[in-house]
């Protein structure tokens, strides 16, 4: 069963940085494993923000590339997020997920569809101030 939980949310001023980590576990080696992140705002539709895909592809959604940055350790079984200039747009839950099955590589249109993914964790928040 695989299981996926996000920390490292907060609060912080527009223009400052935050880190985002993901935990999952995996019954298979998770280096198989394609894991993205994505974001909802309230009142908004849940938007594509990074993944990561079989064997050591990247995938960014317009809105935040050249300002975050993924990344994975296979051997802590863990996918950062790292953001930089962060701006009260991207203020959201940021939600974590894994793809159920091993060893696909992943197109961007495949990245970025929620019905791509079969584990979610709860969501972390994120508050970025003017």
């Known amino acids: 069963q695989v299981q996926v939980v996000e920390s490292g949310g907060g609060l912080v001023h527009a223009g400052g940085p935050l880190s985002l980590s993901c935990v999952v576990s995996t019954p298979y080696p998770f280096l198989g494993y394609n894991v993205a992140w994505f974001r909802q705002a309230p009142g908004q539709e849940r938007e594509f923000v990074a993944a990561t895909s079989w064997p050591l592809i990247i995938h960014y959604g317009d809105s935040v590339k050249d300002r975050f940055t993924i990344s994975r350790d296979n051997a802590r079984n863990t996918v950062y997020l790292e953001m930089d200039n962060l701006e009260p747009e991207d203020t959201a839950v940021y939600l974590c997920?894994?793809?159920?099955?091993?060893?696909?590589?992943?197109?961007?249109?495949?990245?970025?569809?929620?019905?791509?993914?079969?584990?979610w964790g709860q969501g972390t928040q994120v508050t970025v101030s003017a």
């Open positions: 997920a894994a793809d159920l099955r091993t060893y696909t590589t992943l197109s961007l249109s495949d990245a970025k569809s929620d019905r791509t993914y079969g584990a």
